[in-house]
């Protein structure tokens, strides 16, 4: 089950409408051995594309360098589809490498209707991906981890 704090939730479809028709992807990091997502990180796409996501290696190596600084991994690795439900495809499942990471997809295709909508009406799902098999898991979305604890944000250019 992905247990996901309100803020990073509205911070992560937020970011897939922003970007939309484009796909939009980032990741959200934590502590190493809590499977708590606690650092929303929105990334640039670098393919630019409605059909496709990729992330720049430049921002990836600072990410995966500033993360094994604080001692965090990788807890989630979210992207958005424009035009087909929020399932992983056959290249997000090849992409798929980091076997703890909760991959998160939101889908925008019906992002004019959802303008104005609750985002418990967007399309939010949750999976794990190993060695090619994917696995539909639980979101449970909690107003805070702590009482007072805020996620941060790191946007890198």
Same mark, same amino acid.
């Given at each position: 089950?992905?247990?996901?704090?309100? $803020?990073?939730?509205?911070?992560?479809? $937020?970011? $897939?409408?922003?970007?939309?028709?484009? =796909?939009?992807?980032?990741?959200?990091?934590?502590?190493?051995?809590?499977?708590?997502? =606690?650092?929303?990180?929105?990334?640039?796409? *670098?393919?630019?594309?409605?059909?496709?996501?990729?992330?720049?290696?430049?921002?990836?190596?600072?990410?995966?360098?500033?993360?094994?600084?604080?001692?965090?991994?990788?807890?989630?690795?979210?992207?958005?589809?424009?035009?087909? =439900? $929020?399932?992983?495809?056959?290249?997000?499942?090849?992409? *798929?490498?980091?076997?703890?990471?909760?991959?998160?997809?939101?889908?925008?295709?019906?992002? =004019?209707?959802?303008?104005?909508?609750?985002?418990?009406?967007?399309?939010?799902?949750?999976?794990r991906i190993?060695?090619?098999?994917?696995?539909?898991?639980?979101?449970e979305i909690?107003?805070?981890?702590?009482?007072?604890?805020?996620?941060?944000?790191?946007?890198?250019?």
């Amino acid at each position: 089950m992905l247990r996901i704090d309100r $803020a990073t939730y509205d911070a992560i479809v $937020a970011h $897939a409408r922003e970007d939309h028709p484009d =796909e939009a992807c980032g990741v959200v990091a934590g502590p190493e051995g809590s499977d708590r997502p =606690e650092r929303f990180i929105p990334m640039l796409n *670098a393919a630019r594309s409605p059909t496709f996501y990729e992330f720049d290696s430049g921002d990836l190596l600072k990410l995966y360098r500033d993360m094994d600084d604080r001692d965090e991994v990788p807890v989630v690795i979210y992207h958005s589809h424009t035009a087909t =439900e $929020a399932y992983p495809s056959r290249t997000d499942i090849s992409y *798929a490498s980091e076997p703890e990471a909760h991959y998160v997809l939101v889908s925008t295709r019906h992002h =004019e209707q959802q303008t104005g909508l609750v985002d418990d009406e967007v399309e939010f799902r949750s999976f794990r991906i190993l060695d090619g098999e994917v696995r539909e898991e639980e979101v449970e979305i909690v107003e805070s981890y702590l009482f007072g604890h805020t996620p941060t944000t790191v946007v890198y250019d």
